[in-house]
């Protein structure tokens, strides 16, 4: 994979999980990386840390402002902080679907309003979107999330026909089960964590859960020149699960 050398990069939801892997191996790589999030208080150097609520339009344009003028712009976008539901139709009433739908669909709308004058300053733009296999796959009790998740990928197909002529590339990735803190709270909850965990794993076509780190290799793909002529796709990270 070539390097992020002298790229700028923004990530939310970066203190943790998919995020958190992703604003780490960016700089690795050589990127310059700010990270914005509700509770940016565990980012260490050499990641820079901001603190955002991607529903409060106000805070992302002002985390944006302050990220971009400390990194000196902007080349890269990740749209990664979400959160969960769980349950049917008939499980959720209207708040909870406004207030998921808030987060992990209008807060990607909302960062990228925000980035995008600065992206368009750029040579080498992208947003990377994280959308779920919940998408497309049909899971059982996740209406509310998948409904966002499906919103999130056609959201990133038509921001992709958007700004493909301005140079801005646009594409998602799709992971299955990431062993991150978000799972690891919903198996706290279960009766027997344990058993819950095997039982999960049980259901992987590779016997394991995605890790966060083979989550951020895709983005990072997705955010780098090596895919340069690539916008408007998704990219499943997911042990096959989407292959049953
Ligand atoms: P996580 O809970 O470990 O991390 C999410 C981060 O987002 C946290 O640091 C949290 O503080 C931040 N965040 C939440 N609400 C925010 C807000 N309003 N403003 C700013 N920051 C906010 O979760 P994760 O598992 O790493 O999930 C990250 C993304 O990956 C989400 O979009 C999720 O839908 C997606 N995803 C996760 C899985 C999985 O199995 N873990 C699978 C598919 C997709």
Request: charged share 20%; glycine share 10%; aromatic share 4%.
């Amino acid at each position: 994979m070539s390097d992020f050398d002298g790229l700028k990069a923004l990530v939310t939801g970066g203190a943790s999980g998919i995020g958190r892997a992703t604003a780490e191996l960016l700089a690795a790589r050589g990127a310059r990386v700010a990270v914005l999030d509700l509770d940016p208080s565990s980012v260490d150097k050499p990641l820079l840390a901001f603190r955002a609520d991607v529903t409060d339009d106000a805070s992302v344009r002002e985390a944006v402002a302050a990220a971009t003028a400390e990194l000196g712009g902007l080349d890269v976008l990740i749209n990664n902080a979400g959160i969960g539901a769980q349950g049917t139709v008939e499980d959720n009433d209207d708040a909870e679907w406004h207030r998921v739908y808030d987060v992990n669909v209008v807060g990607m709308v909302r960062m990228s309003r925000a980035a995008l004058p600065h992206l368009r300053e750029s040579s080498h733009a992208t947003i990377v979107n994280t959308c779920s296999i919940a998408a497309t796959a049909g899971l059982p009790q996740r209406a509310l999330y998948s409904a966002t998740k499906g919103a999130v990928y056609s959201l990133t197909l038509a921001m992709a026909a958007d700004h493909v002529r301005e140079g801005i590339r646009v594409n998602c990735v799709n992971p299955g089960t990431v062993d991150t803190p978000w799972v690891g709270r919903l198996l706290d909850s279960a009766a027997d964590p344990a058993a819950e965990r095997a039982a999960l794993e049980a259901r992987q076509p590779t016997g394991r859960l995605v890790s966060a780190d083979e989550v951020a290799g895709a983005v990072a793909y997705l955010a780098s020149p090596l895919s340069g002529a690539t916008t408007g796709t998704s990219l499943a990270v997911d042990g096959g699960m989407q292959g049953l």
